[in-house]
């Protein structure tokens, strides 16, 4: 989500992380025995970092021990702020790391480390990037798990990739698994951030319609709370403002994420793409406690102020199979974020039964 009141770290503001250095890249993967083979991941945890380098430099340590207990199968990364690859003036590859000069080469190592280190090197990367340090997704799968495609658009075209990295796309056997970062709604119409953000509803609507044809797990920073039930506080965010301005449509008023018009688009989409959010399917009750994966900055008027706007999103198809989709951060002093102002949320499916012949 947008940060409208929450000072950004330096990117350089921390020491380096201490962590052991591999000359195995994680973007190949290593090739896996035919028997350890996976045929469908069942374990997914998505998470909005809110700068992965940042993260890795501050806090991958209990981050990594979190990712070990829990033994995802997928991770879905969400404003991951690396640049891609391309020299100024060049176009860019928006699927690999920056590296043309002295402070992104350092970065990168930083980052390829990292991700090199237990129990990530267990897992395989892909990158769908911005020009700069902007928004960005990243998708680890673990390396016994073979997708059949990898796409980084919502037309499922694979060398295209969404503006500022917003979309990956993951295909196996049996379900697509969708990572995507939504853009902000902004508060202002002139800024045609309202716009962007119909645009980027009207086209998730369209992708959901044509890929139904086989079920969808789509998980990711969503960026709007459906309910008042998924706000701490639905009076103070459907009256929120920015420095006074009221937007001409009501439909358009309060926070970025809980505007009426972006809940309702929202509802649409799952019920015309035949969807269920996974957290409210298990979870019928309001929990202050644990029921909100963003909060606001612990020092002034956000204080407390939360929102549940990261999810996982199932196809109807799926519904039975879930076993549990939970929020990993929980209270106001951000427990359990790692860091970021968005906590880890994951979700567990049961195996597929087998119809006896």
């Known amino acids: 989500m947008k940060r409208f009141f929450k000072p950004i770290e330096k990117e350089g503001s921390a020491k380096k992380p201490a962590l052991s250095p591999s000359k195995q890249g994680v973007e190949n993967g290593d090739a896996q025995p035919e028997a350890d083979i996976k045929k469908e991941p069942l374990k997914f945890l998505t998470w909005n970092a809110n700068s992965l380098l940042l993260r890795v430099k501050n806090n991958w340590s209990e981050f990594s021990s979190f990712v070990s207990n829990l033994d995802p199968d997928i991770i879905a990364i969400q404003e991951v702020r690396m640049p891609a690859a391309g020299s100024k003036g060049a176009p860019k590859i928006p699927g690999e790391l920056k590296d043309d000069t002295s402070s992104s080469r350092e970065e990168k190592q930083i980052l390829m480390r990292a991700l090199s280190s237990p129990p ?13 340090k902007y928004a960005g997704t990243a998708l680890l799968v673990k390396k016994c798990l073979q997708p059949l495609k990898v796409s980084f658009s919502l037309d499922r075209t694979v060398s295209k990739h969404e503006p500022d990295g917003r979309v990956i796309l993951a295909e196996f056997e049996t379900f697509r698994v969708l990572n995507t970062y939504a853009p902000n709604n902004g508060w202002k119409e002139e800024e045609n951030s309202f716009q962007r953000r119909r645009k980027w509803d009207k086209r998730l609507l369209e992708f959901v319609f044509q890929s139904s044809d086989k079920p969808l797990i789509w998980c990711g920073d969503l960026n709007v709370s459906h309910e008042d039930i998924d ?5 103070f965010f459907s009256a929120a403002k920015m420095n006074g301005y009221v937007p001409p449509n009501k439909e358009d008023c309060g926070q970025p994420g809980f505007t009426l018009s972006e809940r309702k688009r929202f509802g649409g989409i799952l019920k015309e793409g035949r969807l269920v959010d996974a957290y409210r399917y298990l979870h019928k009750e309001k929990d202050m406690e644990c029921g909100f994966s963003w909060s606001g900055n612990p020092v002034g008027r956000y204080r407390g102020k939360r929102m549940r706007i990261d999810y996982f999103v199932v196809s109807e ?13 929980k209270g106001i002093e951000l427990e359990g974020f790692y860091g970021s102002d968005h906590c880890p949320v994951s979700l567990q499916l049961s195996e597929e039964r087998k119809e006896a012949n």
Request: proline letters at 3%.
């Open 120 to 132: 990530f090197g267990n897992y395989r990367v892909w990158w769908s990037l911005a020009d700069t």
């Open 317 to 329: 198809k799926l519904k039975e199979r879930v076993t549990s989709c939970e929020m990993h951060g």
């Open 231 to 235: 706000v701490s506080h639905p009076e």
